[in-house]
T-cell receptor, first 112, second 115 residues
Framework: GENVEQHPSTLSVQEGDSAVIKCTYS??????FPWYKQELGKRPQLIID?????GEKKDQRIAVTLNKTAKHFSLHITETQPEDSAVYFC???????????FGAGTTVTVRA | SAVISQKPSRDICQRGTSLTIQCQVD?????MFWYRQQPGQSLTLIAT?????????ESGFVIDKFPISRPNLTFSTLTVSNMSPEDSSIYLC????????????FGPGTRLTVL
C-alpha cells in the first residue's frame, strides 16, 4: 500500500509569517492528494486537494504544490492567523483505489 | 458536501463490553469508511463498509473485533467488541463525495474511553 511521510511534526510560526508542511509518498500510482485540518476536538476538515495532472493549486491564503517526479507535495499557508493553529494531515490515494493513506500530522501553532 | 452524523458522540465503557457506533448520511453514498484515531495520532483505516456485502478490513483489523453493518446507502454501524483500554480512541466514519468525486468527508467522531 501507499506510505506517506509528513514533516515537520510540529511547527511554530509568528502571526503573519508563512508555514510550509511537506509530505512524500511512495507509490507513483497515487494521483489524488488531499489536506485536512483538524482543530482540537473536531473532525478533520478537507481544506484543499490536488490531483496529479496539476502542479499547483491555490485557495486564498493556502496553496498546495505537487512534484510527481520527486513524489512529494507541500502545503503553504501565507499570512498565518491564530485560527490557523491546528493539526494538519496530508494524505494520498492510489489511482485505482479509494483508501486514504494519511501522514502522521503536523501540529501548527501560530503565535500572536 | 454530505451532512454526516454519528451516535454516540462519546461514551465511557467497561472492559469486556461492546459498543455500537452509528453513522448516518443525509444522502446516498457508495463508499463509507471507518477510521480510528488514537490519542495524538493520525487516522488509520479500519474497514470499508460495503452495502449488501461484508466489509473489507485493513491489515490488523478483524471482523470479530470490529463487526460492521451497511444495510443501505445512508447508514452504517461499527461495533467495538470485547473492549479493552487499548480500544480507547476516536472512531470516525467518512464518505466519498460520489459520482467520481474523490473527496472524503468525515463525521464528527465518537470518543470512546474504556476503563
Amino acid at each position: 500500500g501507499e506510505n506517506v511521510e509528513q514533516h515537520p511534526s510540529t511547527l511554530s510560526v509568528q502571526e503573519g509569517d508563512s508555514a510550509v508542511i511537506k509530505c512524500t509518498y511512495s507509490d507513483s500510482a497515487s494521483n489524488y492528494f488531499p489536506w485536512y485540518k483538524q482543530e482540537l476536538g473536531k473532525r478533520p476538515q478537507l481544506i484543499i486537494d490536488i490531483r496529479s495532472n496539476v502542479g499547483e493549486k491555490k485557495d486564498q491564503r493556502i496553496a498546495v504544490t505537487l512534484n510527481k517526479t520527486a513524489k512529494h507535495f507541500s502545503l503553504h499557508i501565507t499570512e498565518t492567523q491564530p485560527e490557523d493553529s491546528a493539526v494538519y494531515f496530508c494524505a494520498a490515494i492510489l489511482s485505482n483505489d479509494y483508501k486514504l493513506s494519511f501522514g502522521a500530522g503536523t501540529t501548527v501553532t501560530v503565535r500572536a | 458536501s454530505a451532512v454526516i452524523s454519528q451516535k454516540p458522540s462519546r461514551d465511557i465503557c467497561q472492559r469486556g463490553t461492546s459498543l455500537t457506533i452509528q453513522c448516518q448520511v443525509d444522502s446516498q453514498v457508495t463508499m463509507m469508511f471507518w477510521y480510528r484515531q488514537q490519542p495524538g495520532q493520525s487516522l488509520t483505516l479500519i474497514a470499508t463498509a460495503n452495502q449488501g456485502s461484508e466489509a473489507t478490513y485493513e491489515s490488523g483489523f478483524v471482523i470479530d473485533k470490529f463487526p460492521i453493518s451497511r444495510p443501505n446507502l445512508t447508514f452504517s454501524t461499527l461495533t467495538v467488541s470485547n473492549m479493552s483500554p487499548e480500544d480507547s480512541s476516536i472512531y470516525l466514519c467518512s464518505v466519498e463525495g460520489g459520482q467520481g468525486v474523490r473527496e472524503q468527508f468525515f463525521g464528527p467522531g465518537t470518543r470512546l474511553t474504556v476503563l
